[in-house]
């Protein structure tokens, strides 16, 4: 809400053209940076999917922002994956900030295969501003994705006072840039 019209920009939509990719390329892509959040581990994960396109990758990003205070462009997805505990007698079930947890949320993340949708939304991001933005550069502009799970988001009255501090339903993730540049790479670079 604090965010100007010119930092800011709701369904992002984007065509990405495809040379050809394969699993064994998001793999590897993967594989760059693995100490960053879904690194090795998801990549392995990778390996299941059956991936061979080329074409038009296509999309539309919930919403593109501007952090005034770095300058760098991030990707926000909305989520509304049910995280609580489920009953089966007739009490009630229950699902709230409590259940929405890092560890929570990074196994719906890799269940439903967000890491990869993140990162191909960084691509269109990457591509997107390299076209739009003067001197845009990679490592000074490209900020990370933002992941909020609804349902776990706090009300005003349960925000954290330490701004550093993990918010319950938020998964935050700066952009993995040697991934990023090698997703892009997989996907046939950016063109010139």
């Known amino acids: 809400a604090e965010l100007g019209s010119d930092q800011r920009l709701h369904e992002l939509s984007f065509d990405l ?6 699993t064994r390329d998001l793999v590897e892509a993967f594989h760059c940076d693995p100490e960053a959040r879904f690194g ?3 990549a392995d994960q990778l390996q299941a999917l059956a991936v061979n396109s080329r074409g038009f990758l296509t999309g539309s990003i919930d919403l593109v922002f501007r952090d005034p205070r770095s300058g760098r462009w991030w990707v926000l997805d909305w989520k509304s994956n049910w ?6 007698d007739a009490s009630e079930s229950r699902c709230g900030p409590l259940h929405y947890h890092q560890a929570a949320m990074d196994e719906q993340m890799t269940h ?7 990162h191909l939304y960084l691509v269109a991001l990457h591509r997107h501003l ?4 003067p001197g845009y550069s990679l490592e000074q502009h490209l900020g990370g994705y933002v992941y909020c799970f609804l349902r776990g988001m706090p009300g005003a009255e349960g925000r954290q006072q330490d701004p550093e501090a993990a918010t319950p339903g938020c998964l935050v993730e700066t952009a993995p840039l040697g991934r990023v540049d090698a997703l892009d790479q997989a996907l046939g670079g950016m063109a010139e």
């Open 17 to 22: 053209p495809v040379e050809r990719v394969r």
């Open 40 to 42: 090795t581990g998801y």
């Open 83 to 88: 995280i609580g505990e489920r009953r089966s």
């Open 112 to 118: 439903h295969h967000y890491p990869l949708q993140a």
């Open 130 to 133: 390299g076209v739009r933005l």
